[in-house]
Structure formats: structure tokens, C-alpha cells
């Protein structure tokens, strides 16, 4: 695999940039662009989870110093993830055996990117026409009391002032960690929507939580799939980690110049592309119809 | 030119000789052992061979052909097929090579196709559309046509990723019995051991047949971090997520605002 070195470098600073405006992990830019540049789909997924866990790592640093972690609330979220992980991996690795690994990485990223991207301009276009009119921004939240809040098992989790059933809690980090392994994303922008809308986790606690359970659930992807399909490239990943960490710093920086709701349009915007930019990739007829798979040795 | 003749004369007399045939041959390699080193931008390693007529054998008035076969350690590979399914390009068929060469080189002085008949090209194995390459079809294996459009596919993308090759100039000879060819190693020359087969041919027949080995091992940085990789995942994982968790811990120092 030769791929020139600044390109890579350059990726990881763009992309850096996006997540630390919008204080996402930035996987599901990372690993497409990857994908893009012509690096097996399978090894693209399993480093890019170490590069996110560094640059989650970062992150959660920063808002445990500021004490907006809910670390009972990750712990939850993560006993589910972990299981959620392992059983990515295994789905995985069984998909790769099939050879129809690269099309269920592209289907899913075509799906999900496409219908949390439509979501995320639909309200941020909303935001758009009521400051236009006048009216705050914001749109409050309906009721606090969902179906959500019926289940049995409850549990008190006294950061976040929340008291809500472990079961969505578990439900939500399963979801979260099978994504995670098979597309190779952090999941930040799907957990944060999630916590807020399901659970009704305040803002404060809700973007350090999600680290947490990133970093933890990304740590244990890359070791997970270093050990079932040793396609982690340590040196790849490296290259991706200094440019993201390097990027998110300016980024951060100039997220906070801009409004939320702007910043959510733009983001959906970002996602909804690259989705499209998936769907491309899987309608158009390939240059190669043609590829080989390494099945072992002798 | 003055080493090259010291190398042949240290030579005559312990070469490989076929049995049942007229003719001598004997070669050498510039290099038996190819060291990869993490700069390494691929090699044309050197093979130099003379040609002694028997004693009863008389001159050869057409001249000789000689094809020099090169292959590397032995890989399963698995060749897909995408087409089109309900609007998407999904991996639809599938083979499987078994035990091919992971590199592959056919040298020649002129054309395989030109040397001799292609009933005799086919028995010999000479050149990349008679090589013997091993498919699984069910539970057997068996030798492909070289017109499957697999097969086809599979040399295609092998030639493309410069591990497979068939140069049809890359023997030359420097008087009418003794010859030099350059077998060109790619950058990612694949690791383990390499056999050389060198065929003699005159008038569209085999007369002649010598062996050679070499081999590529890798050294440096790259190498060690590949064979990480694959030897102990667990420690290459904790590893790699060790030096993810640095990254990060660096980076909240470094940049830290408050």
C-alpha cells in the first residue's frame, strides 16, 4: 500500500478541523475519505478507530478538567457497548469471509449518513426560517415524559439529573458500539442526538459522556480488531492521529465563532454529502469489475 | 563486464544439468539473498548463464531461446466479480486461486509465442497464459484455460500490481552461448523464498534446464511492525491503542487553554 504520506497528514488536519468545530470524532469523514484515497475499506475502518479514540481521548481530558462527565451514566452506556463491539467485529469479520464486507460498510454509511444528514438540515433549516422571523432559535422540547420513561429498572444518574430505565441506556450503547466496529466511526454524532432525544441527558454532561464511551468503545475496537483480522496499520493511524489532534485545536477555536444551529445545518450538510458521495460509489459501474482478496499464505 | 567473466569461470563445472539433454547449462545469480530494507525501491537482480553444447551435438544453426521463470512464496488469493444488482455493484462471483505464485516473472529473449509451439509453450509451462495457476472448483482443484475470464482478471491484476510480468527482452544474449537476464524485484517484493527456472530452448524444443533459488527477507521498522501485526494482534492492538491514548494526552497538554 503506498499512499503519499502528506496526503494522509492533510487529511487528518482537515478533518481534525471539522470534528473540533462541531465536537464530533470526525470518523465518518475520516474513514470515507480513506476509502476515497483508495485504501482497502476493512484496514480504513480498523485504524481509523485508534485515531479516534486519540483524538476522544483529548477531549474527554478537556471536559473531565471541567467536571462535565456523567461517569455512572458512560459506565451503562459502555457495559452495553463493549458487547455492542465484540459483536460488530465478529459481523465483520464473518462479512469479509463473504466478500460483501465492502458493500455493507457502503450501505450502511449510504443509510445512515443520508438520514441523520436529511435530519440534521431539515432542523437546522428550521432554526434558519424562525430566526429569519424573529423567533428564538431554539424550539423547545416537547414534554419531558416519553415512552422512554415507563420502562422498568430505573436508575438515578446524579450528574446528568436524570432518572430514566437502564434498558434504552443499554439499547442506545449496544447500537452505538456494532455501528462503531463495522463502519469504523466513533458514533459521536449519532450518540449525542440520542442521549438528548431518548434520555434527555442536559447539555452540560452530554458531549464529555459521549467521549468517554467513544474513546473506551474505539480503544476496544482497535485491539479487537487487531487481534481477528490484523488490519490495524499502526503507522497510518499515526499520521491520522497528529494531523487530527493538530487540526481540532483550530477548529474548536472556530466553531466557537459561529451559531449552534448554523454549525448543525453545516454538519448535516457535511454528513448528507458524504452519504450521497456512498451511494455514487455503489451506483456507478466500477473502472475494475474485478478484485483480489488475500485468503492466506502457502 | 571483467566481474561478470570471473563469476562465469568460478562456475563452469558446478552447474544443474539435465539428464536426457544435449545441452549444458549452467547459471548463476548476481544475489541469493535480497535484504528489504524500509528504502528499499525494488532491484534488478542479475543472472548470468553460459550454454555448452555436448560433445556430439553439433553447432545449432538457428540459434538459441532461453525463458527464465521466476516465482515467488506460494498465496491463496480470491478473484470477485461485481455486478450489477438492483442498481448496485455488489461482489456477486468469486475463485479461488490456490497456492499461486505470489510473484511471477517470465523472461525470455523474444516472444514466448515466437520460441516455440504452443503445444510444447503449454507442457513446458512457458509464459504467464501457460503458467499452471490452481483454481478450487468445488471441492477439486483444477488448471484454468487461459482464456477463463478469472484467470484473465486475476494475471491482470497481478501485472498491474507489478507482481507479475512477462518481458519478452529481458534475456540477451552476450555472445551466442553465454547470456545475462535482469529479474526485477518490485518494492513490495513479497517475503520467503524464490525459485528460479531456466529453460534452454533450439529449434522449438527443450534441450537444456538449470535451477536456481534466491530469497527475499525484509529488514528495518516496517517489517517488524508487519510481522507485529500479524504474529501477536493482541499486542500490536494494546499497543497501537497505548499510543492512540499518548497522542491524545499530549495533545490536551500541549493545546490546554485553561
Not at chain 1, 256 to 268: I, P, T
Not at chain 2, 176 to 193: E, H, K, M, Q, T
Request: charged share 15%.
Amino acid at each position: 500500500m503506498s499512499v503519499n504520506v502528506f496526503v494522509i497528514l492533510g487529511m487528518g488536519l482537515a478533518v481534525g478541523f471539522i470534528s473540533g468545530m462541531f465536537g464530533i470524532g470526525g470518523g465518518f469523514l475520516m474513514t470515507p475519505l480513506l476509502i476515497f484515497t483508495g485504501i482497502p475499506p476493512a484496514v480504513a475502518v480498523a485504524s481509523v478507530s485508534s485515531h479516534i479514540a486519540a483524538s476522544s481521548f483529548t477531549g474527554a481530558i478537556t471536559y473531565w478538567r471541567r467536571n462535565a462527565l456523567d461517569l455512572a451514566l458512560a459506565a451503562m452506556l459502555l457495559s452495553a457497548g463493549i458487547v455492542g463491539t465484540a459483536t460488530g467485529v465478529w459481523v465483520f469479520t464473518g462479512l469479509r469471509a463473504l466478500d460483501q464486507l465492502d458493500l455493507v460498510i457502503g450501505l450502511s454509511y449510504v443509510t445512515l449518513l443520508s438520514v441523520v444528514g436529511a435530519l440534521m438540515i431539515y432542523d437546522g433549516l428550521r432554526a434558519e426560517i424562525r430566526t429569519h422571523q424573529g423567533m428564538p432559535a431554539t424550539v423547545r422540547r416537547p414534554g419531558s415524559h416519553t415512552w422512554v420513561h415507563g420502562l422498568p429498572l430505573k436508575m438515578r444518574f446524579k450528574r446528568s439529573k436524570i432518572y430514566v430505565s437502564v434498558i434504552p441506556v443499554w439499547a442506545i450503547g449496544f447500537v452505538i458500539g456494532f455501528v462503531g466496529a463495522i463502519m469504523g466511526i466513533g458514533g459521536g454524532f449519532l450518540l449525542v442526538p440520542m442521549l438528548i432525544y431518548f434520555l434527555r441527558v442536559p447539555t452540560a454532561t452530554v458531549i464529555g459522556t459521549s467521549m468517554v464511551l467513544t474513546l473506551i468503545t474505539m480503544a476496544s475496537a482497535t485491539v479487537m480488531h487487531a487481534v481477528t483480522n490484523h488490519l490495524v496499520d499502526a503507522i497510518l493511524a499515526l499520521i491520522l492521529m497528529v494531523g487530527g489532534v493538530i487540526g481540532a485545536q483550530f477548529g474548536a477555536r472556530a466553531g466557537q465563532l459561529m451559531r449552534g444551529e448554523r454549525l448543525r445545518l453545516l454538519l448535516g450538510l457535511l454528513v448528507f454529502a458524504v452519504g450521497l458521495r456512498f451511494a455514487y460509489e455503489l451506483a456507478v459501474r466500477p473502472d475494475d469489475l474485478y478484485s483480489l482478496r488475500h485468503v492466506g499464505s502457502g | 563486464m571483467r566481474r561478470a567473466l570471473i563469476l562465469l569461470l568460478a562456475l563452469i563445472g558446478c552447474g544443474a544439468q539435465g539428464p536426457a539433454l544435449a545441452e549444458r547449462l549452467v547459471v548463476s545469480l548476481s544475489n541469493h539473498q535480497v535484504l528489504v530494507l524500509s528504502n528499499f525501491v525494488g532491484e534488478d537482480l542479475v543472472l548470468f548463464g553460459t550454454i555448452e553444447p555436448d560433445a556430439q551435438t553439433t553447432a545449432r544453426a538457428s540459434g538459441y531461446d532461453l525463458v527464465v521463470t521466476v516465482t515467488g512464496p506460494r498465496e491463496t488469493l480470491r478473484t470477485r466479480r461485481k455486478e450489477r444488482v438492483l442498481g448496485l455493484w455488489v461482489n456477486v462471483d468469486s475463485r479461488e486461486f490456490v497456492r499461486v505464485p505470489s510473484y511471477l516473472a517470465v523472461l525470455s529473449n523474444r516472444p514466448v509465442g515466437q520460441i516455440a509451439a504452443s503445444e510444447t509453450l503449454r507442457r513446458l509451462q512457458l509464459g504467464l497464459d501457460n503458467f499452471l495457476l490452481t483454481q478450487r472448483v468445488g471441492f477439486d482443484l483444477a488448471d484454468t484455460v487461459p482464456g477463463d475470464p478469472f484467470r484473465t482478471a486475476f494475471v491482470r491484476l497481478e501485472t498491474q500490481a507489478g507482481r507479475y510480468s512477462e518481458l519478452a527482452s529481458a534475456v540477451r544474449f552476450l555472445t551466442p552461448s553465454v547470456f545475462r537476464a535482469a529479474i526485477p524485484l518490485p518494492a513490495d517484493a513479497p517475503v520467503g523464498s524464490y525459485t528460479v527456472d531456466v529453460k534452454l530452448l533450439a529449434d522449438g524444443a527443450l534441450v537444456g534446464r538449470a535451477n536456481s533459488e534466491l530469497s527475499v527477507s525484509k529488514a528495518g521498522i516496517e517489517q517488524y511492525l508487519a510481522e507485529a501485526a500479524r504474529n501477536s494482534g493482541l499486542l500490536y492492538g494494546l499497543a497501537t491503542t497505548l499510543m492512540a491514548l499518548l497522542t491524545g494526552w499530549i495533545a490536551s497538554i500541549v493545546f490546554r487553554r485553561d
